[in-house]
């Protein structure tokens, strides 16, 4: 994890009044090292390579940290389990169906202002999330 990653997650930590651990300092790094959207328990087991005593229990309490500092987002898709994105910027995902990839799909910025503007007034808009489901041409 770079010098600006860690100084991100302990800051983000230190506002929601938690602190940094080496566990979270673990898993954090693990979602930042690969960013293929994995589940908790891809997590885990890569979390696991670097620090064998970590329980899933630990892991789970991490992401929902994580989560709640705004430094994660949850990727869900129907019934499939919950995946983890640390891309904080505006951006959709592109779930492939043949091998259950999540792909982060850059959004050009006038399209989420045009989707803003298309709310009727009486409603603010706190997020927008937009899942494409397919697969990928051959």
């Known amino acids: 994890m770079g010098k600006h990653d860690h100084e991100s997650l302990t800051e983000a930590l230190r506002r929601a009044g938690q602190k940094l651990t080496p ?81 982060d799909i850059d959004l050009p910025p006038r399209m989420l202002e045009t989707l803003r503007r298309i709310l009727p007034e009486e409603f603010q808009t706190e997020a927008v999330e937009i899942s494409f489901h397919g697969k990928r041409r051959r």
């Open 23 to 103: 566990q979270r300092e673990a898993v954090y790094s693990v979602l930042l090292d690969k960013r293929d959207h994995p589940t908790v328990d891809e997590v885990f087991h890569r979390t696991r390579e670097r620090m064998p005593g970590v329980s899933l229990a630990t892991v789970y309490n991490c992401l929902e940290t994580f989560v709640g500092c705004g430094l994660v987002r949850q990727v869900n898709h129907e019934r499939e389990p919950t995946r983890y994105c640390p891309n904080l910027a505006p951006h959709a995902h592109f779930r492939d169906q043949e091998t259950g990839r999540v792909y």
